[in-house]
């Protein structure tokens, strides 16, 4: 063999080994990439699946707030936050773990809520990864009240106010009880009855108490252990009252509140109140409470209306005020921020009777009720939803005043002053055109409303004053 056969040879042979060291350092390389790439995977997966358990965590705790209190399910964006035993709805947007978790809320219907819960993080790699949980809710507790069709509406049971002279005011039910607030001639009598009302049937009167000088509003949370009360006008006109046990309510505490003249409408949500009170020429009619401490609730922030505030109705950041202003008898306020609350817009309903009550399903459903028209609809249906421009879809004549409106589904049971029929039923499928469905007669006006389970629970302005109403 020559040298240069040699040396052509060795040449060769490096360049092999070079090769082989190459397909080694390849292989190597290639295999450490698809670890890498299988552990980031299997990183990602993980990931994926935990941001999977967020948004079904998310989702269950937006049906416990339902469960909890309905009118908490606002539209619009939030964040959640856990604390003892309770979810409640924090900011608009929270981080878990690492992962940030959005509750969006869309009203879809009348009572239905379509609920979305979005979990994002960033995956492999470097990608912005989201996954999304959908289901929609309802308020269930109202589901068996049209078990029927409502055509024929028959008296159930009925319970009575003791002394006579007592007239029931407002009422509001919780689970088995029935709260009436009456009023009486005597500051010495009771003015807080408790009914048992498991059998409807047959409502017994479990306890009584005197609070003061006569109620004229009450109102109960959802499973709240507290009922919030007012009387017309003295030291004491907001009243937080323990109801943890039923048959043996207490005064918790009051407050004065601003103002000389009587208390007359109360709507509550979370941990604030809000009063309204009649016209009053040196104080603001519109109050708003602070209740997160029932001790000691604090009036915090208040609003000049310059008239008669008959009825509120509060749906997310938004008041509605049924008042007696000849130009608004509907108005709208911000109360995002409770110490100043800010006028956002009005409705002026013809003529200058006053609008007595107000209830609101979405900012585009709001039903008003107002005082007897001998020549026009005492009901209204408006769409609010812009405040600037609030705008009339329809209206009823009930033929009285409207003292407390409830529409459900396809139904408004409102209570009146209709002689022969003073629970009215109207139809409100369409909403530009409202009609008359059925009606009920009670031996004196209906002052209040509210509905558990298949009944309609009514207070009359008469002793006898809890009527419990079925549906045929």
């Known amino acids: 063999m020559t040298q240069s056969s040699l040396h052509n040879q060795g040449g060769q042979i490096l360049i092999e080994v070079l090769i082989a060291l190459t397909i080694i350092v390849l292989s190597i390389t290639a295999s450490y990439f698809v670890t890498v790439v299988s552990n980031e995977l299997i990183l990602d997966k993980r990931l994926s699946d935990r941001a999977a358990l967020y948004a079904n965590e998310g989702l269950g705790a937006v049906e416990s707030i339902r469960d909890r209190e309905w009118q908490e399910l606002v539209a619009g964006n939030h964040g959640l936050s856990f604390s003892g035993t309770d979810w409640n709805f924090s900011g608009t947007s929270s981080t878990v773990d690492g992962f940030n978790r959005q509750v969006i809320i869309t009203d879809m219907a009348t009572r239905t809520k379509k609920i979305e819960v979005r979990v994002s993080w960033t995956g492999f790699p470097n990608i912005s990864r989201q996954i999304n949980g959908i289901t929609h809710v309802s308020n269930w507790t109202e589901e068996g009240l049209l078990f029927t069709q409502w055509l024929n509406p028959s008296s159930l049971g009925s319970g009575d106010l003791s002394p006579s002279g007592n007239e029931g005011q407002d009422i509001a039910v919780e689970g088995n009880y029935a709260y009436i607030a009456a009023k009486h001639a005597s500051t010495t009598v009771a003015d807080l009855f408790v009914f048992d009302v498991s059998n409807p049937a047959s409502p017994s009167l479990a306890t009584s108490i005197n609070t003061g000088s006569g109620l004229h509003a009450i109102y109960i949370k959802n499973s709240d252990t507290y009922a919030y009360a007012l009387s017309e006008n003295d030291a004491a006109g907001f009243k937080v009252i323990d109801i943890s046990a039923p048959t043996s309510p207490t005064v918790t505490s009051t407050l004065n509140l601003p103002g000389s003249e009587s208390n007359i ?208």
């Open 265 to 472: 409408s109360l709507f509550v949500l979370n941990n604030v109140a809000y009063v309204g009170t009649k016209n009053d020429t040196t104080d603001e009619e519109f109050i708003i409470v602070d209740i997160s401490a029932p001790a000691g609730p604090a009036a915090v922030g208040s609003l000049e209306i310059g008239a008669d505030v008959n009825g509120i109705f509060v749906y997310g950041n938004r008041a509605y005020l049924a008042t007696s202003h000849n130009s608004k008898e509907l108005m709208v306020v911000d109360v995002a921020a409770t110490s100043s609350p800010q006028e956002l817009g009005s409705y002026d309903w013809t003529d200058t009777e006053d609008a007595l009550s107000v209830y609101v399903e979405t900012s585009a459903r709001v039903f008003l009720g107002r005082e007897r028209w001998n020549s026009g609809e005492e009901l209204q249906v408006l769409d609010a939803s812009n405040t600037s421009s609030i705008t009339a879809l329809g209206s009823l004549e009930i033929g009285d005043d409207i003292h407390d409106v409830l529409p459900i589904e396809w139904l408004a049971f409102i209570a009146t002053g209709v002689s022969n029929g003073e629970l009215q039923i109207a139809n409100i499928s369409n909403l530009t055109n409202p009609t008359n469905h059925s009606s009920f007669n009670y031996p004196q006006v209906a002052m209040g409303i509210d509905y558990e389970g298949q009944y309609v629970y009514v207070a009359t302005r008469s002793n006898d004053a809890l009527r419990v109403v079925q549906g045929e």
